[in-house]
T-cell receptor, first 113, second 115 residues
């Protein structure tokens, strides 16, 4: 069983602060996806990283894929209350499966005004 | 806009009832769809992979006779929770991709509450 360890599990910060969420595994993934989910809704794809060492930016969000394609991080700069939600990382392609996703446990982020 | 539609969004029913949930890909054909289950404040757990025209592949520990999956067309997969009990109450989410090299797109989920 491939596991993705995501940390922290819960994070409560003030508006304007920076934060980083980590996603680590002992398995190599062909790609890694980050999703954001709001209560009562399905996850919405934020980004897919494919190449080891890749860095992608989405406004105030910066995503990084580790060189060995086993870990990833999400950094949010100057967090806003609208960033509140459940952030999920999901790895694809581990163990020979090209499409099954392995999800981390998620990080529940609360940004207080 | 949404590319995967899920219906209904919420179901409340009595114990022993069977409940059907639909998942549709709106603007693409999906030979493969996925069904997940999510408990409050937890991550998604894959239940099964739905394959058009063939039997679904269930994850370890998921009862195939309890959770019936039918993928009768390239745009529709259904999950039927048979003889539902309160412990089956959960948030059920489906997903689909255009092809294996594309990311999965998720439906908005179905909140199932068994009384």
């Amino acid at each position: 069983t491939q596991l993705l360890e995501q940390s922290p599990q819960f994070l409560s910060i003030q508006e304007g602060e920076n934060l980083t969420v980590y996603c680590n595994s002992s398995s190599v993934f062909s790609s890694l996806q980050w999703y954001r989910q709001e209560p009562g809704e399905g996850p919405v794809l934020l980004v897919t990283v494919v190449t080891g060492g890749e860095v992608k930016k989405l406004k105030r969000l910066t995503f990084q894929f580790g060189d060995a394609r086993k870990d990833s991080s999400l950094h949010i700069t100057a967090a806003q209350p609208g960033d509140t939600g459940l952030y999920l990382c999901a790895g694809a392609g581990s163990g020979g499966s090209n499409y099954k996703l392995t999800f981390g446990k998620g990080t529940l982020l609360t940004v207080n005004p | 806009g949404a590319v995967v539609s899920q219906h209904p969004s919420r179901v409340i029913c009595k114990s022993g009832t069977s409940v059907k949930i639909e998942c549709r890909s709106l603007d693409f054909q999906a030979t493969t769809m996925f069904w997940y289950r999510q408990f409050p404040k937890q991550s998604l757990m894959l239940m099964a992979t739905s394959n058009e025209g063939s039997k679904a592949t269930y994850e370890q520990g998921v009862e195939k006779d309890k959770f019936l999956i039918n993928h009768a067309s390239l745009t529709l997969s259904t999950l039927t929770v048979t003889s539902a009990h309160p412990e089956d109450s959960s948030f059920y989410i489906c997903s689909a991709y255009r092809n294996p090299n594309q990311p999965q797109h998720f439906g908005d989920g179905t909140r199932l509450s068994i009384l």
